[in-house]
């Protein structure tokens, strides 16, 4: 850090493990660029620790922590307030403190959203295939519930999707399918979609030779959105790109839930691009 005073406001993020994450080096960019006097820092949290932790939160007056896994669920009863978006999915990733009251968002969501938006995909009336049934498909397809699309999620675990399923369902008043994560379901449900998410680990470093679906069921009417970031070209987009479809990567979601946090701490609008371009640096040196 380049000057860190006695009015430096202090972010960070808590998880477990936490060694791997991208986000100290996008928002200390990020402030950096800003010339804003803030710090974020990295705090490895184990489960029975999140209590303190947030305990922590309020007696050193730190500013806001992004959750990551395995805290998005748990830390919700230690909370003050939650967004309403983030009380209907029930995982926040991002905590605002303010005058020791904490408030719990889902930057994921919307981070999710607007990377969709930002490449000019309206999810309103689209029918969305979401592969992947844990924290991540449940911020996102509450978000695209909200907005109107209509969802097909796809699991490994078929009980696991027809959970999710069933909550978006209670919770919108809408139907939402729920399949087993097969070759034969996909290519039912790849004929008739316009969005296609890969919410799985599939295909993730070191594993970068996987897919969760085979090239040929890619078509060019899909737009295909993998939230995996390492690597950024999965196999999963190159072949979506070869089909002719248009590609979103993990990156975008990536930065723009930072952005949306940096946000809410700082009340500044977050630099997107730069806070891209670091995670491509940082992403660059863990492989
Ligand atoms: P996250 O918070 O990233 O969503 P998670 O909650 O652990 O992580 O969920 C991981 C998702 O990837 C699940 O949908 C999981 O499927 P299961 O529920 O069947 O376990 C999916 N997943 C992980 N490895 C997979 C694999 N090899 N093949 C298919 N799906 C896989």
């Keep these: 850090m380049s ?8 972010c960070g993020i808590i998880g477990d493990p936490i060694e791997h994450t991208m986000s100290p080096v996008m928002h200390n960019a990020a402030f950096r660029e800003l010339g804003i006097d803030y710090v974020y820092l ?14 922590g939160v309020r ?8 959750v990551t896994i395995p805290h998005k669920v748990a830390i919700i009863p230690f909370l003050d307030k939650l967004d ?31 990377a969709l938006l930002e490449q000019g995909v ?6 969305v295939v979401i592969l992947g049934a844990g924290g991540a498909s449940r911020a996102i397809s509450f978000i695209l519930a909200e907005r109107d699309a209509n969802l097909v999620i796809l699991n490994r ?39 296609l998410v890969n919410t799985t680990s599939v295909g993730m470093s070191p ?15 899909l737009v295909v959105f993998d939230i995996v970031y390492n690597p950024i070209q999965t196999r999963l987009l190159k072949e979506a790109e070869a089909a002719g479809a248009q590609t979103i990567n993990g ?20 630099p997107l691009d730069l806070m891209k371009r670091e995670a491509i640096k940082a992403l660059g040196h863990e492989n």
């Design 157 to 195: 675990g078929l009980g696991r999707a027809e959970d999710l399923a069933h909550r978006i369902a209670r919770v919108f008043g809408k139907e939402v399918k729920a399949r087993q994560l097969s070759e034969g379901n996909l290519a039912k449900v790849l004929v008739r979609a316009d969005i």
């Design 122 to 127: 309206k999810p309103e009336g689209k029918t």
């Design 3 to 10: 000057s860190i005073s006695g009015k430096t406001r202090v």
């Design 207 to 221: 594993d970068i030779d996987e897919t969760p679906v085979p090239a040929r069921l890619l078509n060019p009417s």
């Design 42 to 55: 990295p705090f490895h949290v184990r489960q029975e620790e999140l209590g303190k932790a947030v305990d």
């Design 251 to 270: 990156l975008e979601m990536l930065a723009w839930q930072g952005a949306l946090a940096f946000e809410k701490w700082t009340g500044q609008k977050a």
């Design 59 to 66: 007696a050193l007056n730190i500013r806001g922590l992004n």
């Design 84 to 114: 309403p978006l983030a009380k209907k999915i029930g995982a926040i990733n991002t905590i605002v403190h303010e005058e020791g009251v904490l408030t719990g968002y889902n930057t994921d969501a919307t981070g999710f959203l607007q």
